[in-house]
């Protein structure tokens, strides 16, 4: 691609070469036995790839998001789950410290997550507070100098290996009788924060997702994100941060749908029927031309959202259609990899239904494809089209 520069193709290659050793040869195994990608998780550390937006000042490796959009995406070609741990770990564990911390929080917190000694999470959804996250009913009741948090949030990816949590909770309202939500961070071992069991799930089998209960929790207001004076002004702070997150999962959708398209095109050229490999059946090649073009947009919508980002330029509708094209690219990709590849399809060891059940995902989490239309519409409407 022409924008692409040495420090992407670097870590394009990079990324290929590690993933080729670390996560390709387990993926099928992690995904069957939902065993964390530690050897992954070890591995990107070691190179300084659980870092690479943050700045080599809080020990990242100093580099952009398109970087760090690249990195999903290769990862995702060949495990969902570990790409999802990374791409929570980083935009939805280390950004908010990073964007939103005061000096000494960030360098309290953030050397350990950008260097892979530590992992983050990200605490917005609740039993009762999902896409509509201000219905939050978690609180946090100041006591002192502490905060005494009771509630819970749900399906946090790195729930139960995460260092700290960035989440939310109410802490009062305002005169007109909104809620007031407050950004903190609480961390690992603090009494009052409990685990709940790992949840069963329909793919991204190997990535922890846990509920996280608060009893009685008592965080220090040192934690609160940002500061005591940003108490109260947390929730625009998480929308903010899923804007960015938007965009890896944009690229994990884009990751898996080149996945597919790995497979099924050199299966597709040596599988024969009807005295020829099926590759020169039209009905066949529509498919494979298909995915291909789909994943070519895709590619260039995750991209270009990142670069808006990069240059600090607004990116928030961008990364909404970034992550809604890539996201339905990456199940119907998935999805049509299975059919040019029939029956082997289906089955566990071509890869491509697992592929398939790891791609649904990304059309939910960091809210849902209804979400992202809704976001991309309300932009139109109060923004115009932008040409
Ligand atoms: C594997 C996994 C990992 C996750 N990781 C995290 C994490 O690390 N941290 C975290 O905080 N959350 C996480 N989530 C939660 C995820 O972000 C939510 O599941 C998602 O935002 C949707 O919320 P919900 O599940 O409550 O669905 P709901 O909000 O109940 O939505 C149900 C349906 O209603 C639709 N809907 C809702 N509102 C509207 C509307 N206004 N217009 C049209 N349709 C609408 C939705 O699109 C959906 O189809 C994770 C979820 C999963 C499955």
Same mark, same amino acid.
């Given at each position: 691609?022409?924008?692409?520069?040495?420090?992407?193709?670097?870590?394009?290659?990079?990324?290929?070469?590690?993933?080729?050793?670390?996560?390709?040869?387990?993926?099928?195994?992690?995904?069957?036995?939902?065993?964390?990608?530690?050897?992954?998780?070890?591995?990107?550390?070691?190179?300084?790839?659980?870092?690479?937006?943050?700045?080599?000042?809080?020990?990242?490796?100093?580099?952009?998001?398109?970087?760090?959009?690249?990195?999903?995406?290769?990862?995702?070609?060949?495990?969902?789950?570990?790409?999802?741990?990374?791409?929570?770990?980083?935009?939805?564990?280390?950004?908010?410290?990073?964007?939103?911390?005061?000096?000494?929080?960030?360098?309290?917190? *953030?050397?350990? %997550?950008?260097? &892979?000694? @530590?992992? $983050? +999470?990200?605490?917005?959804?609740? /039993?009762? =507070?999902?896409?509509?996250?201000?219905?939050?009913?978690?609180?946090?009741?100041?006591?002192?100098?502490?905060?005494?948090?009771?509630?819970?949030?749900?399906?946090?990816?790195?729930?139960?290996?995460?260092?700290?949590?960035?989440?939310?909770?109410?802490?009062?309202?305002?005169?007109?009788?909104?809620?007031?939500?407050?950004?903190?961070?609480?961390?690992?071992?603090?009494?009052?924060?409990?685990?709940?069991?790992?949840?069963?799930?329909?793919?991204?089998?190997?990535?922890?997702?846990?509920?996280?209960?608060?009893?009685?929790?008592?965080?220090?207001?040192?934690?609160?994100?940002?500061?005591?004076?940003?108490?109260?002004?947390?929730?625009?702070?998480?929308?903010?941060?899923?804007?960015?997150?938007?965009?890896? *999962?944009?690229? %994990?959708?884009? &990751?898996? @749908?080149? $996945? +597919?398209?790995?497979?099924?095109? /050199?299966? =597709?050229?040596?599988?024969?029927?009807?005295?020829?490999?099926?590759?020169?059946?039209?009905?066949?090649?529509?498919?494979?031309?298909?995915?291909?073009?789909?994943?070519?947009?895709?590619?260039?919508?995750?991209?270009?959202?990142?670069?808006?980002?990069?240059?600090?330029?607004?990116?928030?509708?961008?990364?909404?259609?970034?992550?809604?094209?890539?996201?339905?690219?990456?199940?119907?990709?998935?999805?049509?990899?299975?059919?040019?590849?029939?029956?082997?399809?289906?089955?566990?060891?071509?890869?491509?239904?697992?592929?398939?059940?790891?791609?649904?995902?990304?059309?939910?989490?960091?809210?849902?494809?209804?979400?992202?239309?809704?976001?991309?519409?309300?932009?139109?409407?109060?923004?115009?089209?932008?040409?």
């Amino acid at each position: 691609m022409l924008y692409l520069q040495e420090q992407h193709l670097m870590i394009r290659q990079t990324v290929r070469d590690v993933v080729a050793k670390v996560v390709a040869p387990k993926a099928r195994e992690i995904d069957e036995t939902c065993a964390f990608p530690w050897d992954a998780v070890k591995a990107l550390g070691e190179l300084g790839l659980l870092g690479v937006p943050v700045p080599e000042k809080y020990g990242g490796a100093g580099m952009d998001n398109l970087s760090n959009s690249i990195l999903i995406e290769e990862v995702a070609r060949h495990c969902g789950s570990t790409a999802l741990t990374i791409a929570a770990h980083v935009g939805l564990g280390t950004y908010p410290i990073l964007a939103f911390g005061t000096e000494e929080q960030k360098m309290r917190w *953030i050397p350990q %997550l950008a260097s &892979g000694q @530590a992992i $983050g +999470a990200f605490g917005l959804t609740e /039993p009762d =507070a999902g896409s509509d996250a201000q219905a939050t009913k978690t609180t946090a009741v100041r006591d002192g100098n502490e905060f005494v948090v009771n509630g819970a949030k749900m399906y946090c990816t790195n729930g139960s290996y995460a260092s700290t949590i960035v989440f939310t909770a109410v802490t009062g309202t305002d005169a007109a009788g909104r809620k007031q939500i407050t950004a903190f961070v609480v961390e690992k071992g603090t009494p009052g924060l409990v685990q709940g069991k790992l949840e069963k799930k329909l793919g991204m089998r190997a990535s922890d997702t846990r509920m996280i209960h608060f009893e009685d929790c008592r965080i220090p207001v040192a934690n609160v994100l940002g500061g005591e004076v940003q108490i109260g002004v947390g929730f625009k702070k998480f929308m903010q941060t899923l804007d960015g997150g938007r965009i890896s *999962i944009g690229a %994990l959708g884009l &990751g898996i @749908a080149q $996945g +597919a398209l790995d497979r099924a095109l /050199p299966y =597709a050229q040596q599988r024969r029927a009807f005295g020829g490999p099926i590759s020169d059946l039209q009905g066949v090649a529509f498919k494979l031309a298909d995915m291909a073009t789909w994943i070519e947009g895709a590619r260039h919508l995750v991209y270009h959202a990142a670069m808006l980002k990069d240059a600090d330029q607004p990116f928030a509708r961008q990364a909404s259609m970034a992550k809604l094209f890539a996201s339905e690219v990456g199940t119907k990709a998935s999805d049509m990899a299975i059919q040019v590849m029939g029956g082997y399809g289906f089955v566990r060891e071509y890869d491509v239904e697992r592929l398939y059940r790891d791609a649904k995902l990304c059309e939910i989490g960091e809210g849902t494809s209804e979400i992202q239309r809704m976001v991309i519409g309300r932009s139109l409407v109060k923004d115009g089209c932008g040409f």
